[in-house]
């Protein structure tokens, strides 16, 4: 399929729109781990997944990553593109968990579109819309969750996410997922063995009591 199957406003646009997009539209092939963007480059745009699995994330002044959001096979995300939108005022990192496919739509032409189309306008300030409320969800957990509860949370997402109780995932990175540091998932990974939810192996975690993790996550 092509990007124009994955853009929802796609027939909203003129004739005209639409052969400026099929002129600089970009398509990229990446790997797993591969930065797609980050504060320091360039604004990136309009990015409308095509397959694989990113995650945005952004950085505390100390360094620190958290985790702000996922994106999937058909998600469209303006998250990149901070040059387009000034209402976006925190930098915004993206990453490849997956090896992934998408196109990007340069954010000039993208700025230009949203000018002169009422229907693009609309779209980005729902993609906008629907970030925020994401964004504030998570802050919301972090603030009032304790971290039992939301590591446990995490571990289900991504029991559901690989189709398997076998997580082949590092504490570090979990602790960049989740904004804290290694040895804190590291202590609540031993409890979760201690009491039975989980079994811990180098480089991978074992869910063997899911009905345990729902229990404590309150799911």
């Known amino acids: 399929m092509e990007y124009q199957n994955y853009l929802p406003i796609w027939d909203k646009l003129t004739k005209d729109q639409q052969e400026r997009i099929a002129q600089v539209i970009e398509y ?16 990136l745009g309009l990015v409308i997944v095509k397959s694989g699995q990113m995650r945005a994330y952004i950085l ?11 994106l999937f096979e058909y998600d ?5 593109a901070s040059c387009v939108m000034p209402d976006l005022q925190f930098n915004v990192m993206i990453e490849a968990e997956k ?18 189309s ?12 629907s970030n925020f409320s994401d964004l504030m969800w998570l802050m919301e957990q972090i603030m009032w969750k304790s ?18 109780p076998l997580l082949k995932i590092t504490h570090e990175k979990i602790a960049a ?5 290694r040895e804190v998932v590291t202590r609540m990974l031993r409890y979760f063995q201690n009491e039975g939810m989980v079994r811990l192996t180098r480089g991978s975690i074992e869910i ?7 229990s404590l996550s309150d799911t």
């Open 28 to 43: 990229r092939r990446v790997e797993k781990g591969t930065h797609i963007h980050d504060s320091s480059a360039d604004c």
């Open 60 to 70: 505390s002044e100390d360094g620190r990553e958290i985790t702000i959001g996922r």
């Open 76 to 80: 469209v995300s303006l998250l990149s």
């Open 99 to 116: 090896d992934s496919e998408f196109w990007s739509i340069p954010a000039c032409l993208f700025k230009n579109l949203m000018e002169e």
């Open 118 to 129: 009422l229907a693009v306008s609309n779209y980005s300030r729902n993609l906008l819309s």
């Open 147 to 164: 971290f039992d509860k939301r590591l446990s949370s995490f571990l289900l997402e991504e029991m559901q996410l690989e189709g398997a």
């Open 177 to 181: 997922h989740m904004g804290t540091a």
């Open 208 to 214: 063997i009591a899911k009905e345990k993790l729902e």
